[in-house]
């Protein structure tokens, strides 16, 4: 018998269905898992009171452990045996006085060196939080310190835990969910110390069924998840063929704009063919586009030799070829966050040869793909659309497609100047061939459509809070106490139906297409399946 230990999500997400297909295949090998969840000990629950001002609220508390418990429930030990402990019954010797001196300190690298003298690694599972939470690629720490604070004692907590349960538990694996949350980090940094092997879940990126299952690295690792998504792909029996075709239709679908499950569909309000306003054929137009800095930020081992950031990407750029056209092309998910980033962004249009197009823009992306002499991206999945639609792409840093020869990493700053110089002059034979770069777009198409771990105790078809348990032939909803779901339901009402009025307010065509109506879309906006936060 092998012991388990998972820290699981809070379970007002649907993250829980897969918690449980999880745990219940360690128990049917007949593994002790023990089960950590949270019982309303957490400061920072983005479950609960993700706003940077917002207290926690009991009543949606009750509502997560109940539905916590449901789960349990449910689960059948079998020949295994299931050990559910929650957070409070663990006694941990902890103490918060030494945040105090950081109230001293005068920037985020000093506080940075402290915290990671006294735990290693907290600081940053903290700021990740932060920049995820306020959608900023520098958040000001000060400005919200509370928050902060409550972040940082949460990764302390979360720390002190792990090496509490592993210690007494003694695992041989751990299941982590996210491994990049406050709550969460600290248990990779561990495992990785320790030399545990740890498998970091995440929500599926195609479909609502498949979800991601990492051995030893987490989902912002890039580089370790290209390579993972190219040994998946070499490995499988499909043919070549069926492979290509099912890559080819991922791409048809984001380029008509079709949502392809949890990823989002950015370019659906962007009108067809259009280009900027002063586009010229004429010139070399180098189009580039801008990933969120504050995900980049976040990312693992993410290895960018040509510049820190992107701004000064751009500007070196703009500062060596003055006789381009550089289209700077936000990325859409931007529209009213991260404003220091993308008003310095902004500002650099201010030069005649950079062409800014913002957020709410409504150029169409894959028509400026089409139409460009080079595309150059950051680990976004443009570089590998760029690939697929013919056109030569300039990767800068990690990406989830690296691993497939579709485009150019620039590993040094040399070889990027190089690479631009070469094709503004039309010498393009350091690119790999056109079909070649298509094929191997496809390859990878296809490995990221279908990488993933089958469940075998639930389903779900169009959304992620429809999930259904299997087991026995029976299938049953994990839901909490009907009491508190009515309790809490009624108390949001006020505000449900002030959303929904909102919303009709700013898109009255999407409510008054008949043709998309339907009355569970309007009882799931009126009582919708966690409750108001």
Same mark, same amino acid.
Request: aromatic share 14%; glycine share 4%; charged share 25%.
């Given at each position: 018998?092998?012991?388990?230990?998972?820290?699981?999500?809070?379970?007002?997400?649907?993250?829980?269905?897969?918690?449980?297909?999880?745990?219940?295949?360690?128990?049917?090998?007949?593994?002790?898992?023990?089960?950590?969840? $949270?019982?309303?000990?957490?400061?920072?629950? #983005?479950?609960?009171?993700?706003?940077?001002?917002?207290?926690?609220?009991?009543?949606? $508390?009750?509502?997560?452990?109940?539905?916590?418990?449901?789960?349990?429930?449910?689960?059948?030990?079998?020949?295994?045996?299931?050990?559910?402990?929650?957070?409070?019954?663990?006694?941990?010797?902890?103490?918060?006085?030494?945040?105090?001196?950081?109230?001293?300190?005068?920037?985020?690298?000093?506080?940075?060196?402290?915290?990671?003298?006294? !735990?290693?690694?907290?600081?940053?599972?903290?700021?990740?939080?932060?920049?995820?939470?306020?959608?900023?690629?520098?958040?000001?720490?000060?400005?919200?310190?509370?928050?902060?604070?409550?972040?940082?004692?949460?990764?302390?907590?979360?720390?002190?835990?792990?090496?509490?349960?592993?210690?007494?538990?003694?695992?041989?694996?751990?299941?982590?969910?996210?491994?990049?949350?406050?709550?969460?980090?600290?248990?990779?940094?561990?495992?990785?110390?320790?030399?545990?092997?740890?498998?970091?879940?995440?929500?599926?990126?195609?479909?609502?069924?498949?979800?991601?299952?990492?051995?030893?690295?987490?989902?912002?690792?890039?580089?370790?998840?290209?390579?993972?998504?190219?040994?998946?792909?070499?490995?499988?029996?499909?043919?070549?063929?069926?492979?290509?075709?099912?890559?080819? +239709?991922?791409?048809?679908?984001?380029?008509?704009?079709?949502?392809?499950?949890?990823?989002?569909?950015?370019?659906?309000?962007?009108?067809?063919?259009?280009?900027?306003? #002063?586009?010229?054929?004429?010139?070399?137009?180098?189009?580039?586009?801008?990933?969120?800095?504050?995900?980049?930020?976040?990312?693992?081992?993410?290895?960018?030799?040509?510049?820190?950031?992107?701004?000064?990407?751009?500007?070196?750029?703009?500062?060596?070829?003055?006789?381009?056209?550089?289209?700077?092309?936000?990325?859409?998910?931007?529209?009213?966050?991260?404003?220091?980033?993308?008003?310095?962004?902004?500002?650099?249009?201010?030069?005649?040869?950079?062409?800014?197009?913002?957020?709410?823009?409504?150029?169409?992306?894959?028509?400026?793909?089409?139409?460009?002499?080079?595309?150059?991206? $950051?680990?976004?999945?443009?570089?590998?659309?760029?690939?697929?639609?013919?056109?030569?792409?300039?990767?800068?840093?990690?990406?989830?497609?690296?691993?497939?020869? $579709?485009? !150019?990493?620039?590993?040094?700053? !040399?070889? +990027?100047?190089?690479?631009?110089?070469?094709?503004?002059?039309?010498?393009?034979?350091?690119?790999?061939?056109?079909?070649?770069?298509?094929?191997?777009?496809?390859?990878?198409?296809?490995?990221?459509?279908?990488?993933?771990?089958?469940?075998?105790?639930?389903?779900?078809?169009?959304?992620?809070?429809?999930?259904?348990?299997?087991?026995?032939?029976?299938?049953?909803?994990?839901?909490?106490?009907?009491?508190?779901?009515?309790?809490?339901?009624?108390?949001?009402?006020?505000?449900?139906?002030?959303?929904?009025?909102?919303?009709?307010?700013?898109?009255?065509?999407?409510?008054?297409?008949?043709?998309?109506?339907?009355?569970?879309?309007?009882?799931?906006?009126?009582?919708?399946?966690?409750?108001?936060?």
């Amino acid at each position: 018998m092998s012991k388990v230990l998972i820290h699981t999500s809070p379970a007002l997400w649907p993250m829980v269905e897969i918690e449980l297909d999880i745990i219940q295949k360690e128990l049917d090998k007949g593994n002790k898992v023990a089960l950590i969840y $949270c019982d309303g000990v957490q400061l920072a629950c #983005d479950a609960n009171n993700p706003g940077i001002k917002q207290s926690k609220s009991k009543r949606i $508390c009750m509502e997560c452990i109940s539905r916590r418990e449901r789960a349990i429930d449910w689960l059948e030990p079998k020949q295994g045996e299931l050990i559910p402990i929650k957070y409070s019954t663990i006694s941990l010797k902890k103490d918060f006085q030494f945040l105090k001196t950081i109230d001293h300190f005068k920037n985020n690298e000093i506080i940075k060196k402290y915290m990671d003298s006294k !735990i290693p690694g907290v600081f940053d599972a903290a700021i990740a939080s932060l920049m995820t939470n306020l959608r900023s690629s520098a958040p000001d720490i000060w400005k919200y310190k509370k928050k902060f604070y409550a972040y940082l004692k949460d990764a302390i907590f979360s720390y002190f835990l792990a090496d509490s349960l592993i210690d007494r538990i003694k695992p041989k694996m751990v299941y982590i969910f996210n491994g990049r949350m406050a709550f969460y980090k600290p248990w990779v940094n561990l495992a990785k110390f320790l030399k545990i092997d740890f498998f970091v879940y995440e929500y599926p990126v195609i479909g609502y069924e498949n979800y991601l299952l990492h051995k030893n690295f987490t989902d912002q690792d890039l580089s370790v998840r290209s390579f993972a998504y190219y040994d998946f792909y070499l490995n499988s029996k499909v043919s070549d063929l069926k492979k290509q075709i099912i890559g080819d +239709f991922w791409f048809k679908n984001r380029i008509k704009r079709k949502r392809q499950g949890f990823e989002n569909v950015y370019s659906k309000f962007q009108s067809l063919n259009k280009l900027p306003v #002063d586009w010229d054929p004429k010139v070399f137009n180098l189009s580039f586009f801008v990933s969120s800095q504050d995900e980049i930020n976040v990312l693992v081992n993410y290895s960018n030799n040509v510049a820190s950031n992107q701004i000064d990407l751009i500007k070196g750029i703009r500062n060596t070829f003055p006789n381009i056209h550089i289209n700077v092309r936000i990325h859409p998910n931007l529209k009213g966050v991260d404003p220091d980033f993308v008003n310095e962004l902004i500002a650099l249009g201010e030069k005649g040869h950079v062409i800014i197009i913002k957020p709410e823009d409504d150029v169409d992306s894959y028509e400026l793909i089409r139409r460009s002499n080079l595309i150059v991206s $950051c680990g976004s999945t443009i570089g590998v659309e760029a690939a697929y639609l013919g056109t030569p792409s300039l990767l800068v840093g990690s990406s989830l497609f690296e691993s497939f020869k $579709c485009c !150019i990493k620039a590993e040094n700053k !040399i070889l +990027f100047y190089r690479v631009i110089r070469k094709s503004i002059q039309g010498d393009l034979s350091i690119f790999p061939d056109k079909e070649l770069a298509k094929q191997e777009a496809l390859r990878f198409a296809w490995a990221f459509v279908n990488y993933g771990v089958k469940p075998k105790y639930f389903f779900r078809k169009n959304s992620y809070y429809e999930g259904m348990m299997i087991k026995n032939g029976i299938q049953e909803e994990i839901k909490a106490s009907s009491s508190i779901i009515i309790i809490n339901r009624t108390l949001d009402l006020f505000s449900n139906l002030r959303v929904m009025t909102l919303r009709f307010t700013r898109n009255p065509r999407q409510y008054l297409n008949i043709s998309s109506f339907t009355w569970k879309k309007l009882a799931h906006l009126i009582f919708p399946s966690i409750p108001r936060r």
